[in-house]
């Protein structure tokens, strides 16, 4: 162990298949046109974790956690960030009406407005 201690890697170490979970900063959010409603409900293929904030991705987190197998999450805003890890396990819905998510939702997340779903880009 003191040896380890002692001559280790200062870093922390790299495991295979982890990947960071701290949202980076994202490109500026779309101008939003109003409020949007967006409800995530998990289906019966089970949960997902999602990661909901107003504005973008280092913004107030409004839900971070994971929707479970028939729960349903619903936020209101102008501008939402959301990043969903198992977006075949929800149905999203904007303003009422169910929509497609972009395949970036898993990994850089989307801004979601009242007239449209935008992929984040990387700053």
């Not at 998990?42 to 409004?62: K, M, N, Q, W």
């Not at 839900?63 to 396990?89: D, I, S, Y």
């Amino acid at each position: 162990v003191i040896a380890a201690w002692r001559f280790g890697d200062a870093e922390q170490p790299q495991v295979p298949g982890l990947q960071e979970t701290t949202p980076a900063r994202t490109a500026i959010a779309p101008k939003a046109d109003g409020n949007v409603t967006l409800e995530v409900i998990a289906t019966r293929r089970g949960g997902s974790f999602v990661d909901v904030r107003r504005g973008d991705a280092i913004g107030v987190a409004e839900f971070t956690g994971t929707v479970e197998k028939g729960q349903k999450q619903r936020f209101v805003g102008k501008v939402l960030w959301l990043q969903v890890r198992t977006p075949a396990n929800v149905v999203v819905r904007r303003n009422g009406n169910r929509v497609r998510l972009p395949a970036a939702v898993k990994t850089r997340g989307v801004f979601v407005t009242s007239k449209r779903i935008v992929p984040a880009q990387p700053a």
